[in-house]
């Protein structure tokens, strides 16, 4: 009879695309030639993307494989899970053993994040990852093919092992802030110390919260190290939240001064989780703005109460704009500022304000029709979905809808880009649409699923995976 081993190496690695991931483990310590002939498979499919955690175990699995002279090679793909240990965990568990761990790994993940050790051990890790692409930020787990269950980051199941409990994916709302500022600073402060360039950075929430401004903050002192990460960034996704308690050129700040720095982006996405539509609006206006001056350290001659000078980006190609309240003259400013590059166009989930007047159901119409009319040489392709107006209390969305009384999501691709825009706002029906009240479940639900268009690739835990090689 035929055994493994005889096999063609193809249909050996097509019967273990099969089996789960703990009979895979145990395929690959039957023996070292079984090893040594799926090794390649077997790297490609679990270390060129990986999830991990600030905490110290998962950091340091992933300084490790940055140490490890094949698996450095293949991770190109990491996302930082936004997992807090909370103090005050919701449910009982299962003897006082699980609760003391469960304890001591939320002081140890406070004492690594107060300490900056986690932002040593990223700089350690980035520093030998030499085919780096992407870092993403996420604040959910995404389903994976093998096993049917979610992707987790490194070490989270072994505490639910031990404990019984998963720690959150969002957190305590009175930490979010600090703690979302915090991660976001190490990760460039990591990448411009660890001197590692990547093509791409992206935050993915999808639970309500939001990176505040804080977290673009770029002090002088590690600024020689950041700026170069930045300068050579092509895509950067974010999901931020502007300040409403501040006048309007301090809502954004230090992330106007960080755009500034990415003078080199291809592709910009940006999700506003703010319910102030007059510091989206004033924030809008400011990346419609042309620059007047040429592009320096932003901090570097301004006071601070100077006006921060708007962004180039004059290689824009991509921009995805989703949940801004805004009035529609921010965003045609924008437009008609990346009209010569402008290869992409999104808009997902924005709103313009009505007072239930005549003629403010007519904005999105009119809307359209203005687009149509600004010189697009390069757009090709325009999604839109979700578009609403709001009422004064903010709680109430009015749908746009179209003759066939179907809400207004359209993709299109093609040279006729014009025809298309008019075409649509003859489409739309000007009088009251359709009255849809969100809950926080419809913002979670279709948030960045359908800003998302990454494919997934499978991302297993390898925290059971024990290699020599």
């Known amino acids: 009879m035929t055994s493994l081993l005889d096999m063609p190496l193809e249909l050996l690695v097509q019967i273990s695309t099969y089996v789960t991931t703990p009979d895979l483990s145990a395929l690959r310590l039957t023996c070292k030639q079984l090893e040594r002939s799926l090794w390649e498979w077997f790297a490609d499919e679990f270390f060129v993307k990986k999830q991990f955690m600030i905490t110290h175990p998962s950091l340091q699995a992933l300084v490790d494989i940055s140490h490890h002279p094949s698996l450095s090679k293949k991770l190109r793909y990491i996302i930082i899970s936004t997992h807090v240990y909370t103090p005050h965990v919701t449910g009982s568990f299962r003897n006082q053993k699980a609760r003391d761990i469960y304890m001591r790994a939320s002081t140890d993940q406070e004492y690594l994040m107060k300490n900056g050790i986690h932002r040593e051990m990223l700089t350690e890790a980035f520093k030998s990852l030499e085919n780096l692409e992407t870092v993403d930020v996420r604040d959910f787990n995404a389903p994976r093919q093998r096993d049917g269950t979610d992707w987790k980051s490194w070490g989270v199941t072994t505490l639910y092992d031990l404990t019984g409990h998963f720690p959150s994916l969002h957190g305590v709302h009175s930490m979010n802030e600090a703690f979302l500022a915090n991660l976001f600073s190490a990760l460039f402060c990591s990448l411009g110390l660890a001197g590692r360039i990547l093509p791409r950075f992206q935050v993915l929430f999808r639970k309500g919260i939001a990176l505040p401004d804080a977290a673009f903050l770029q002090p002088g002192f590690v600024y020689p ?19 409403a308690n501040q006048t309007a050129p301090e809502r954004s700040r230090h992330l106007r001064q960080f755009l500034i720095c990415t003078q080199n982006l291809t592709e910009l996405r940006l999700n506003f989780r703010t319910p102030d539509n007059a510091a989206n609006e004033d924030f809008l206006f400011w990346i419609g703005k042309s620059p007047t ?36 003259e921010p965003l045609l400013s924008a437009i008609k500022k990346f009209a010569p590059t402008l290869e992409k166009l999104s808009l997902w989930r924005i709103s313009f304000p009505t007072q239930d007047r005549p003629g403010d159901y007519a904005q999105w119409t009119q809307f359209f029709r203005d687009v149509s009319l600004i010189p697009l040489p390069a757009l090709s392709h325009l999604k839109l979905g979700g578009l609403s107006h709001y009422s004064p209390n903010g709680m109430i969305y009015h749908d746009v809808i179209g003759r066939d009384k179907t809400r207004i999501d359209r993709e299109y691709s093609g040279d006729d880009m014009s025809g298309f825009l008019q075409a649509l706002a003859d489409e739309i029906i000007v009088t009251p649409p359709v009255v849809r009240n969100y809950s926080a479940a419809d913002l979670e639900t279709d948030s960045d699923e359908e800003h998302d268009d990454e494919q997934d690739d499978e991302v297993e835990d390898d925290e059971d995976w024990s290699d020599s090689d």
Do not use: Y
Not at 226 to 240: A, F, S
Not at 311 to 319: F, P
């Open 225 to 243: 190290a950041i700026q170069p990460v930045l300068r050579e960034l092509k895509v950067l996704h974010l999901t931020v939240s502007l300040s």
């Open 293 to 328: 001056s040429p592009m320096q350290h932003p901090q570097s001659t301004q006071t601070v109460h100077d006006i921060v000078p708007p962004a180039a980006l004059s290689h824009l190609k991509t921009l995805e704009l989703g949940f801004a309240r805004t009035s529609p």
